[in-house]
């Protein structure tokens, strides 16, 4: 493989911003932590003790944010603006607490009217109160003002804002380690270069009689390669999440697929950019063929922007030709554009933005962040890929939900690939819904579905429907 150039560039003119941490914490405060009731006419407000106490860390918070928009002298800045990771931190932790509790009340409170909107009809409760949530939290923390903070701010500001989105990755870490995988499989630590993941093990994996024995530990050059595996990138825009946050959904797809899987933790950004992240993809597959997998026995699997990166994988591969393409990949709601620039009237973008929880991304592509300032933006957007790079891709699957706002671009993706792409819908449903197995049966369905694919690769031909 050819080395991997790094971005380079120059930062720009910094617009003046002072003070939108201030507005959004204000909003936050007076929206969140009250309710109002109707009593005979008149607006009550109710607070409990816990609100109150909230209340009062936000009144904290603002007031140290205020002071932040001070130059020293008395005068609010007027060029520079400020950012704080462990206020941004505190903040955000508390809003995503008031979130889920508003999301869960919201969610009864529509079933007791019987105002459920038809794009929700047959969801579980379960599912619903996680979606809601999820479309109440995200916002708050990766919105509009964070991406532009970072792509105009000086050197300090960027630096805040990477160590933020650090230390949620870590927080989502030490959380994530105690997700079981599902009945059945073994988790399993692994370590690839430089990048910790884990391996998940399903129930008919048995090396020497030991089912925790990875294939690529000591000893593991005895374990039957023959049957192939799965190399995962977890999705999280390419700014926070990490394997374990995916263990339900990759110890899930091991069992389907009865092949292990390893997942892997890349680099991610703004610390790193995109050629970084795609030098990991690359590094942790040359790790399974060194192993002693055939190529055409490895599967690249990936939801959201881990979709995006097993794809871009396959297209580095076939843009330098190489003869080690893999067996397959699975995608679960690829991010295909990573500008956000199909947002016409017609496009899902705008069609599902209140139903889908990433709808909130629309008009704050991440990219600045992902890319740096360089002018390299590779693989930005598959659908511009060529199609002497797109007819070496081996099968792929992809699915998707009818009602998540990245549906056109995958339709459109689809197309581009033609025969060689089989694209399931799966019917009301959401962004990476698969991860939600516990809670909605499709996602449970999807995962089959994405492991019967895996095992019948060998049988598969470019015909697709």
């Known amino acids: 493989m050819s080395p991997l150039s790094s ?94 509790t508003r999301a869960v009340a919201d969610v009864f409170l529509r079933r007791v009217k019987g105002e459920n909107a038809k794009q929700r009809a047959g969801w579980s409760i379960g599912f619903e109160v996680i979606v809601e949530a999820m479309r109440a939290y995200l916002p708050k923390v990766l919105d509009r003002s964070l991406i532009q903070l970072y792509e105009h701010g000086d050197a300090h500001t960027r630096e805040q804002i990477t160590l933020a989105l650090e230390e949620m990755t870590r927080t989502i870490e030490v959380a994530s380690a105690a997700i079981p995988p599902v009945k059945g499989v073994n988790k ?45 990138f977890h999705g999280g825009a390419y700014l926070t999440a990490c394997a374990g946050s995916h263990t339900r959904l990759t110890s899930g797809l091991a069992r ?13 950004a703004p610390r790193n950019k995109f050629e970084d992240i795609l030098a990991d993809a690359v590094e942790a597959y040359e790790h399974l063929l060194a192993c002693g ?65 990433l709808g909130f991304a629309l008009g704050s592509s991440p990219a600045p962040i992902i890319y740096g300032d360089g002018e390299n933006r590779l693989f930005d957007n598959l659908l511009e890929l060529p199609a002497s790079v797109l007819e070496q891709f081996p099968p792929v699957l992809i699915q998707v939900g009818s009602n998540e706002v990245l549906f056109t671009e995958i339709q459109l993706f689809k197309s581009r690939l033609g025969h060689g792409c089989k694209l399931e819908v799966y019917e009301g449903m959401v962004h990476v819904f698969q991860m939600f197995d516990s809670l909605e049966p499709k996602a449970e369905l999807a995962v089959s579905e994405a492991g019967i694919f895996i095992q019948n690769r060998r049988q598969m031909t470019q015909e697709y429907v």
């Open 7 to 100: 971005l380079s560039g120059h930062r720009g003119a910094r617009p003046s911003q002072a003070g939108v941490w201030v507005g959004h914490h204000q909003h936050f405060k007076s929206r969140m932590l009250t309710r109002a009731s109707k009593d005979n006419g008149t607006d009550v407000l109710e607070k409990s003790s816990e609100a109150q106490q909230l209340d009062g860390t936000i009144r904290r918070i603002v007031k140290e944010e205020e002071s932040t928009t001070d130059n020293g002298i008395g005068k609010p800045s007027t060029d520079k603006p400020k950012f704080d990771a462990k206020r941004f931190l505190q903040a955000s932790r508390i809003q995503g607490v008031v979130a889920a």
């Open 256 to 268: 389907a697929a009865e092949r292990p899987v390893l997942a892997v933790n890349y680099r991610l």
């Open 188 to 232: 399993v630590p692994a370590r690839v270069g430089g990048m910790t993941g884990m391996w998940l093990l399903p129930p008919t994996y048995r090396p020497q009689d030991n089912p925790r024995l990875p294939p690529d530990s000591a000893g593991g050059e005895k374990v039957d390669k023959s049957q192939g595996c799965v190399l995962y």
């Open 293 to 357: 997998y055939l190529a055409k026995n490895i599967i690249i699997g990936g939801d959201s922007a881990g979709g995006h990166l097993a794809l871009s994988l396959c297209a580095h591969l076939a843009t330098l030709k190489s003869e080690s393409m893999p067996g397959g990949v699975v995608a679960f709601s690829p991010w295909i554009d990573l500008h956000i620039s199909m947002t016409a009237e017609k496009d899902s973008w705008e069609l599902q933005k209140e139903i889908d929880y």
